[in-house]
T-cell receptor
């Protein structure tokens, strides 16, 4: 299975509610990133959390990282219909400065926010 | 405007007919990469480049070639496309290495019949 795996695969909530998505990974990482994708379009970077950070905020987004459990969560507070999209976590594996550099994406969580 | 552009956006072709998908970025980024996105499989990296003339294989490089002769361009070449290469392709770039946020292009939807 892939390095980053999101849970749940799909989430449907009402506007105003909070949405929580989880990501698990397998190897040591430099950082973990969350991206958003509107249907069939390019991904947009949301937030990056480094391996030595535990929590990060950006507007209505809150990301946590637990390296001991190899997991991360993305919380969107006070959701809006415009938040409807797919959300992906991506892990930058720790390989050292001279090694190749790759992001590995999960399969994503499809979030639907109903008006 | 800082952006990654891809061309074409949509392409329908036949098996075996060589094609190139172009990718260009105007942010002076060192790192560029190509992904394909398929239902149920998420995004998988095809090739990446850490700088001019430096390219390396990602997770699914078979059937693809790339080149990085200039910093801004990173074309994806399918020498002999097959139907299993029907997919949505994304080019991405970042300042340096994958440790930085990636800027994605709008995607190229390729159908090989």
């Amino acid at each position: 299975s892939q390095q980053g795996e999101e849970d749940p695969q799909a989430l449907s909530i009402q506007e105003g509610e909070n949405a929580t998505m989880n990501c698990s990974y397998k190897t040591s990482i430099n950082n973990l990133q969350w991206y958003r994708q509107n249907s069939g379009r390019g991904l947009v970077h949301l937030i990056l959390i480094r391996s030595n950070e535990r929590e990060k905020h950006s507007g209505r987004l809150r990301v946590t990282l637990d390296t001991s459990k190899k997991s991360s969560s993305l919380l969107i507070t006070a959701s809006r219909a415009a938040d409807t999209a797919s959300y992906f976590c991506a892990t930058d594996e720790a390989r050292g400065e001279t090694s190749g550099s790759r992001l590995t994406f999960g399969e994503g969580t499809q979030l639907t926010v109903n008006p | 405007e800082a952006q990654v552009t891809q061309n074409p956006r949509y392409l329908i072709t036949v098996t075996g007919k060589k094609l190139t998908v172009t990718c260009s970025q105007n942010m002076n980024h060192e790192y560029m990469s190509w992904y394909r996105q398929d239902p149920g499989l998420g995004l998988r990296q095809i090739y990446y480049s850490m700088n001019v003339e430096v390219t390396d294989k990602g997770d699914v490089p078979e059937g693809y070639k790339v080149s990085r002769k200039e910093k801004r361009n990173f074309p994806l070449i399918l020498e002999s496309p097959s139907p299993n290469q029907t997919s949505l392709y994304f080019c991405a770039s970042s300042f340096s290495r994958s440790s930085y946020e990636q800027y994605f292009g709008p995607g190229t939807r390729l159908t090989v019949t």
